[in-house]
C-alpha cells in the first residue's frame, strides 16, 4: 500500500478525497450493495449519504460558487475513496475486536477536546478535519474513535501505523470479513486491506454538482 494510505489512518480514519460520484451500470453479484463486508451490505444509498455529508459540509464553508466548483474540480474520486474507507473502518474495528481493545466515549471526549485547544476551537478543528481529511462535522467523534483503535492496536502490537506488523492485523481482518466489493467500485486486497481500481468501461464519471447521482 502506498505509504500516504498506511500513515494517513492515524491522522484520519477517511480518507482525504473529495471528489466527483461514480453512475454506473452493470451486473451485480449484490444488487443494490457497494460491498457487503463480514455479511452485511453497505449499499449503494448508503454510500450516497456519506457522499452527500460531505458535499453538504464543504457547500457550508465554501459559500462562493466559484471556489466551490474548483474544491470539485481538484478531485476526483469521493464515491470511491468514501467506500474504501467506510469498508476499513469494519476492518479496523474487526482488528481491534480481535485484539480484544476496546474505545470509550470518555477516551473519545478527551481526544477531541485536545485537538480543539490545538485548533482554537470547535469550529476550527470541524473545518480543519473537513477540508484536510474529508471527514464532516457529524462523523468526527467516528473518526477519533478510530484514531484510537488504530493506535492501541498499533501499541499492543509493539509496532506504529505504519510498520508491515499493523497491516498484517488488518490483513487477518480483511480474510476474516470477506470483503466483497461492487466491481463498479473496483476489487478488496486483502493483503494490503485496500480497495483497487478495476478498469470497468461501464463506469461513468460525474463532476457536475446537482448531477449525482448512482445508478
Not at 34 to 50: D, E, F, H, N, Y
Not at 163 to 174: E, I, V
Not at 192 to 200: I, Q
Request: net charge positive; hydrophobic share 40%; proline share 4%.
Amino acid at each position: 500500500m502506498h505509504r500516504r494510505r498506511r500513515t494517513a489512518l492515524v491522522l484520519s480514519a477517511a480518507i482525504a478525497a473529495v471528489a466527483p460520484l461514480l453512475t454506473a451500470c452493470g451486473n451485480d453479484a449484490h444488487p443494490g450493495a457497494a460491498a457487503v463486508v463480514g455479511g452485511q451490505r453497505i449499499t449503494v444509498a448508503q454510500l450516497q449519504s456519506r457522499v452527500d455529508e460531505v458535499r453538504r459540509a464543504q457547500r457550508a464553508v465554501v459559500p462562493d460558487d466559484t471556489q466551490y466548483q474548483q474544491v470539485i474540480a481538484q478531485t476526483g474520486t469521493l464515491a470511491r475513496d468514501t467506500l474504501h474507507q467506510m469498508v476499513l473502518d469494519q476492518v479496523l474495528d474487526r482488528a481491534a475486536q480481535d485484539a480484544g481493545i476496546t474505545v470509550t466515549r470518555r477516551e473519545v471526549q478527551q481526544m477531541r477536546s485536545s485537538l480543539e485547544q490545538q485548533a482554537g476551537g470547535v469550529k476550527a478543528l470541524q473545518t480543519a478535519w473537513l477540508q484536510q481529511y474529508g471527514v464532516p462535522p457529524q462523523r468526527l467523534d467516528d473518526n477519533l474513535r478510530l484514531q484510537l483503535e488504530a493506535q492501541k492496536l498499533a501499541a499492543k502490537l509493539h509496532t506504529d501505523t505504519s510498520r508491515p506488523a499493523f497491516w498484517k492485523a488488518l490483513s487477518t481482518a480483511s480474510g476474516e470479513l470477506h470483503v466483497d466489493l461492487n466491481p463498479r467500485y473496483g476489487t478488496w486486497d486483502v493483503q494490503k486491506s485496500s480497495r483497487v481500481d478495476a478498469t470497468t468501461p461501464w463506469v461513468r464519471e460525474v463532476s457536475t454538482p446537482g448531477t449525482q447521482q448512482m445508478a
